[in-house]
């Protein structure tokens, strides 16, 4: 038999779904808008997908969603433009999304996805910073502002303010999947000190009893307006799609190992595998030139 094809992962879809009831979880999530043509949660799986596949912007997906077994995945009729992803997240169910998040950091834990790695049998958890949207020229009100020196090509350099926003995440370490367990965003003239005591004050009514071992911190704070929700929901979609795919690239990297399987072709076959959510019960197509 010539042509043999390469080791197939298991499907990335039936994992999310067996594992997570990802798309039950999906069908949750809502936003603001009145009957909208294109659901909440296509938005919410095609910005997921994007992260997923790190396409770089919007353009790519555009391009992306021109492919009918994408759209179907999405449960399109047809594609939708970018205006589209910019009124839904703007308004954006944040608590569905911060609840879901929560949903896979659990089943994680539970399915011993933290236990590697352990520190003398404890888990790690660390803050870290996380920034978005900085801009020269556009900014909100709840943007923070700095002084920035930038060098042009020919003259002096020009000192100019510089808008954006900034967070503070607490983050998984200690185990190879290191998935976020909460952001929390910094209000102007905030310190990042501030909006870590916030969130970590946050997370016992998340998770319950002590998700993590090492790094606790009492907080009196409350909790603060979300600066800028579309950046907020964009942040929360990709903390799972981080989470989601390294679970699930590691749980199967014996497998890529094994079969010395190529970094490009784990990536077609997560592709194809998460395009087909429900494959259809059928015979196997037997490869050409199979004798
Ligand atoms: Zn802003």
């Known amino acids: ?8 992962l298991p499907s990335f879809a039936g994992y999310l779904n067996q594992v997570f009831a990802f798309r039950t979880a999906a ?8 009957d909208p043509e294109f659901s909440p949660q296509s938005v919410f799986l095609a910005v997921f997908y994007a992260f997923v596949f790190r396409l770089p912007s919007f353009q790519p997906l555009e391009a992306e969603l021109a492919q009918p077994a994408l759209r179907s995945w999405l449960g ?11 009124y839904s997240l703007c308004s954006f169910d944040l608590d569905g999304l ?3 998040l929560v949903t896979v950091n659990r089943c994680l834990k539970r399915n011993k996805a933290f236990d590697a790695g352990r520190l003398q049998g404890r888990i790690v958890a660390a803050l870290d910073g996380i920034e978005g949207l900085s801009s020269y020229s556009r900014c909100c009100e709840s943007c923070l502002q700095r002084r920035v020196t930038t060098l042009d090509d020919d003259g002096p350099p020009v000192e100019r303010t510089q808008y954006y926003h900034r967070a503070v995440g607490c983050q998984i370490v200690s185990a190879p999947v290191k998935p976020f367990l909460a ?35 009492d907080s009196l704070y409350a909790q603060a307006p979300v600066p800028n929700r579309g ?41 194809r595998s998460l395009w087909q959510m429900q494959p259809p019960a059928r015979a ?6 199979a004798s």
């Open 76 to 86: 399109l009729e047809r594609a939708f433009r970018d205006d589209v992803l910019r």
């Open 231 to 271: 950046l907020a929901a964009v942040t929360l979609i990709r903390g799972l799609a981080f989470a989601l795919s390294s679970a699930f690239t590691l749980l199967h990297s014996k497998i890529v190992r094994l079969y010395q399987t190529p970094r490009i072709e784990v990536a077609r076959q997560l592709h």
């Open 98 to 100: 911060r609840q879901m």
């Open 27 to 34: 069908e949750r999530l809502r936003d603001a808008r009145q």
């Open 1 to 8: 038999m010539k042509d043999k094809p390469a080791h197939q």
């Open 183 to 217: 952001v929390e965003w910094l209000q102007p003239g905030e310190g990042e000190d501030t909006a870590a005591r916030r969130l970590l004050a946050q997370l016992p009514e998340l998770y319950g009893s002590p998700f993590f071992d090492i790094l606790l911190l």
């Open 284 to 289: 196997p197509t037997v490869p050409a030139g």
